[in-house]
């Protein structure tokens, strides 16, 4: 049972576009929704987390669109630019429980 | 550096040989997750410990797997008799508490199994 379903697996965007990728979780017990950026032969870094008391957060160039009720979040990338460039994973987490569930990532490449 | 430090960066082993990948976490932290990344694929969680305790083991493979985090010492996860499917990148996290909610991760171990 996969609990979080990320989509699209890659998306391509021309620099200056807008990059929208989406998630979407099953347990309702998930209290915490980060996004993680991953450069190739590095590990994940945290570019921005959202907790669902709000519908959205926003900083710099991303945001992150949260509709509980749908029990989905996405990721928008304002102005993409090639240094963009690298695989999205999003995540989610019951703070109660420890461990975070990913989803399977998305390759992003901003073409210049 | 005071992030995450994973060690060796990059192992290579034969088939039936034993892997050991260490993970010291970020000062002050003392909880530590293990997760495997197949290539192409996403984070699939294997293990979180505390020190001395394994909290949350539900990913990890019955057999030939294990970790641990001692009191003194970085957080351990030990393969034994590795076969080709073991082959892939694993990376430590960790946070302060275990009800916080950034995960810090490191940089890595690539595990090559010949």
């Known amino acids: 049972q996969q609990q979080v379903k990320q989509s699209p697996q890659s998306l391509i965007v021309q620099k200056g576009g807008i990059s929208i990728i989406n998630c979407a979780y099953e347990n309702t017990a998930f209290d915490y929704f980060p996004w993680y950026q991953q450069f190739p032969g590095k590990g994940p870094a945290l570019l921005i987390a959202?907790?669902?008391?709000?519908s959205e957060k926003k900083e710099g160039r991303f945001t992150i669109s949260f509709n509980k009720s749908a029990k989905q979040f996405s990721l928008h990338i304002m102005d993409s630019q090639p240094g963009d460039s690298a695989t999205y994973f999003c995540?989610?987490?019951?703070?109660?429980?420890?461990?975070?569930?990913f989803g399977d990532g998305t390759t992003l490449t901003v073409k210049p | 550096n005071a992030g995450v430090m994973q060690n060796p960066r990059h192992l290579v082993r034969r088939r039936g040989q034993e892997a050991r990948l260490r993970c010291s976490p970020m000062?002050?932290?003392?909880?530590v997750y293990w997760y495997r990344q197949l290539p192409e694929e996403g984070l699939k969680f294997m293990v979180y410990?505390?020190?001395?305790?394994?909290?949350?083991e539900s990913g990890m493979p019955k057999e030939r797997f294990s970790a641990e985090f001692p009191k003194e010492g970085p957080s351990i996860l030990r393969i034994q008799q590795v076969v080709r499917g073991d082959s892939a990148a694993y990376f430590c996290?960790?946070?302060?508490?275990?009800?916080?909610?950034?995960?810090?991760f490191g940089e890595g171990s690539r595990l090559t199994v010949l």
């Open positions: 959202i907790r669902p008391d709000v």
């Open positions: 000062k002050g932290h003392s909880h």
């Open positions: 996290a960790s946070t302060i508490t275990g009800n916080t909610g950034e995960l810090f």
């Open positions: 995540a989610a987490r019951n703070t109660n429980a420890g461990k975070s569930t």
């Open positions: 410990l505390q020190k001395e305790n394994i909290i949350d």
